[in-house]
């Protein structure tokens, strides 16, 4: 519900609530349209989505994303994900490490990452991956679907050089669970001696 307002300073609405949902993109993973290193992404240094008002995640706490995955040539080091928001600027903490070493070579595996403190997403934010040793002759391949991509409000993108790329025409494949947020937030804006009642836990805040 709203939150509504009543005479004698009183407010009215929902208690805020998260609840732990999990979202599987509808992508096939087809083709490693974006890499890290060489390929279509000609030396991007950090590859994976983009999310738009609409998408399953914007307005959640992101916990752990998933990417299918694989290597061409030699690749080293330690990778992660992060977040970036429109601007580029980082949200929160990277994740947890995977080792780009132990990536196949002619097949692909889903690898997980996991945001120690989840991480709110909002319209224009970018989950990538990045870190570890690549270069244009060996790289690290994120699976997406180019064919017929079919999810809504995402696409592809890559970071090069200094600037970022979204690529609408592919949708990567990805797994990712989060805290979908629900109920509504307590006003701020208010008149001194303002009461909120929370109508689903009876909680009252003055």
Do not use: C
Request: hydrophobic share 30%.
């Amino acid at each position: 519900m709203a939150i509504t307002y009543h005479a004698g300073r009183r407010l009215q609405g929902l208690s805020l609530t998260a609840t732990d949902t999990t979202f599987t993109s509808i992508a096939n993973a087809d083709a490693s349209y974006i890499t890290l290193g060489g390929g279509s992404g000609a030396g991007a240094t950090k590859i994976g989505f983009y999310v738009e008002t609409g998408h399953a995640l914007v307005g959640g706490d992101l916990k752990t994303i998933t990417f299918t995955m694989s290597k061409y040539g030699t690749v080293s080091g330690n990778g992660y994900a992060a977040v970036y928001n429109s601007s580029g600027t980082q949200k929160g903490s990277n994740s947890s490490t995977n080792d780009w070493g132990t990536l196949p070579q002619g097949s692909n595996v889903n690898k997980t990452f996991t945001f120690s403190t989840p991480i709110s997403i909002a319209n224009g934010d970018r989950i990538v991956v990045e870190g570890g040793s690549f270069n244009t002759s060996n790289q690290i391949d994120v699976y997406y679907d180019g064919t017929s991509p079919p999810d809504a409000y995402t696409g592809g993108v890559h970071y090069t050089g200094s600037s970022w790329t979204n690529v609408s025409t592919v949708d990567a494949h990805f797994v990712a669970t989060y805290d979908a947020i629900s109920g509504d937030t307590k006003p701020t804006n208010v008149q001194a001696g303002s009461r909120f009642e929370e109508t689903d836990t009876r909680k009252m805040y003055h």
